[in-house]
């Protein structure tokens, strides 16, 4: 059995919620170190990430990796996946939804088992699986 992997990222940040700033870096990879801000969560993005834009890309990139995989498992291995996250933040609420849009090339599939196998991948990606408690995550499926 492989040894589980561990993943680290760390923020620094300077000053009180509203009128503070920092930085968050991808530790394990050392690929990037972005800027965060209150401003970028609340009101606009901008060129500052936010923590929904972070949770939105390992969302994106864990539910394709799931479907991808999926997909083979079907007999039907995906040419191309495309994925979005819309992960919505409302202040003072929290994360209230999820929306995982996703544009497949899949030869040999008809768009009901593509979009059924869509559905589960959802429910199976661990990413998924971690933000179970944000009610609202749904798919929207297409075959190209």
Request: proline content about 3%; charged content about 20%.
């Amino acid at each position: 059995m492989p040894r589980p992997i561990v993943s680290k990222a760390s923020t620094q940040w300077n000053g009180d919620l509203f009128t503070g700033s920092g930085t968050t870096a991808l530790e394990t990879s050392k690929a990037a170190t972005f800027d965060v801000n209150w401003k970028a969560r609340a009101e606009e993005a901008g060129a500052t990430t936010n923590p929904e834009e972070l949770l939105a890309a390992a969302h994106s990139t864990c539910y394709t990796m799931q479907f991808s995989n999926m997909l083979k498992e079907n007999g039907t291995a995906p040419t191309r996946l495309e994925t979005t996250a819309d992960v919505t933040f409302e202040a003072g609420v929290g994360i209230t939804g999820i929306t995982l849009v996703v544009k497949g090339q899949v030869e040999g599939i008809s768009t009901e088992d593509f979009v059924k196998i869509a559905d589960q991948a959802k429910d199976q990606c661990p990413v998924s699986q971690a933000l179970a408690g944000v009610k609202d995550i749904t798919v929207d499926a297409t075959l190209a």
